[in-house]
């Protein structure tokens, strides 16, 4: 007796929420409850955390601007943490959630990794060396509470998530690479994971250069701001556009045979939502008019953000092809 597979879009039985899920859930909403909270204050004028002379107070409007749009941003999670939990998630379009999930992953897996990274450095002695003529950004202690919130966020997200995606498209990556049918991946998919290779050259290049001190093609006050913290930042910049086009290259050219097909997957999904969304944001921060001209993002740094942000748009793309043929085999009985 054969049992039919589902398309990609098609709902799944509702499962029961178990006692993990309703603990992820909750996790979720409340690791947000900080930010959403300095957010607003700062929102309505109070100055909680930012000490004074920062470079935030200089343009109040725009400041309101770009955490009106953080708000929304971090309240997407709230809102995905409910989709993935609740029954009538499982009838969402596939690609109305996955989008959202992807930006969500995009945006906290670097910080998931990053902040870690630098407070181990700063426990052995390391950490930024800012300027002492400049005045701090924001406090410390904003960091700290933020940063660890986002990470609780990543965490609780990512796990509903991956359970989620588990019960509704789980027999889409089925399988060791080798066992990927013909035509699942073609041309199409070598051509895109190719064109993400060669593009990621020289954002690759440029942010080994940084994190190993270099200062070819920054600003002037990013430079005089360099520090452990920095250095371990492009180090993750870095790492994400490896994995992205590591991914890509592994799906679409059925490399890594053995591997679980999840695997190239995982690595295509995680570090093309990385790249793609900070190189985004990145591009976005550098139009925002930075008063001071030595803070302002140089030529080559804009088109290292954005040359990011193609890459992991393409290695999205090899994905969404890949799932898109999957899916309509599925439907077809394949």
Request: include cysteine.
């Amino acid at each position: 007796m054969t049992q039919s597979i589902a398309p990609l879009t098609a709902p799944r039985p509702a499962v029961p929420l178990s006692r993990p899920r309703r603990v992820l859930r909750a996790v979720a909403v409340l690791s947000c409850v900080p930010y959403l909270g300095l957010k607003a204050a700062w929102i309505a004028g109070s100055h909680v955390g930012i000490p004074e002379g920062s470079g935030l107070l200089d343009d109040r409007v725009g400041m309101a601007v770009i955490n009106g749009l953080s708000v929304l941003l971090d309240s997407a999670v709230i809102v995905l943490a409910l989709v993935l939990t609740r029954p009538w998630g499982l009838r969402v379009p596939a690609w109305l959630l996955a989008f959202p999930v992807w930006v969500a992953t995009g945006l906290l897996a670097p910080i998931m990794a990053g902040f870690p990274a630098q407070l181990v450095l700063k426990a052995f002695g390391g950490g930024s060396a800012p300027d002492q003529d400049r005045e701090p950004f924001l406090h410390e202690w904003v960091f700290t509470v933020v940063y660890t919130g986002f990470i609780l966020q990543g965490a609780a997200l990512g796990a509903l998530f991956v359970l989620y995606a588990r019960d509704r498209w789980g027999h889409l990556w089925r399988g060791r690479v080798w066992e990927l049918p013909t035509g699942v991946v073609g041309p199409a998919h070598r051509a895109l994971a190719v064109a993400a290779a060669v593009l990621a050259l020289l954002p690759l290049t440029l942010h080994v250069l940084w994190a190993c001190g270099g200062t070819a093609g920054l600003s002037e006050g990013r430079a005089a701001d360099r520090g452990g913290d920095i250095y371990v930042l492009e180090a993750v910049y870095a790492l994400f556009l490896v994995a992205a086009v590591a991914g890509g290259f592994l799906l679409a050219f059925r490399r890594g045979r053995a591997l679980p097909v999840a695997v190239p997957l995982g690595l295509a999904w995680v570090g093309s939502g990385a790249v793609a969304c900070w190189g985004g944001w990145l591009s976005l921060a550098s139009l925002g008019g930075v008063q001071d001209i030595a803070d302002r993002p140089t030529p080559l740094m804009s088109l290292a953000y954005a040359g990011q942000m193609l890459v992991g748009f393409l290695v999205a793309a090899v994905g969404v092809y890949y799932f898109a043929e999957r899916s309509a085999r599925a439907a077809r009985g394949g």
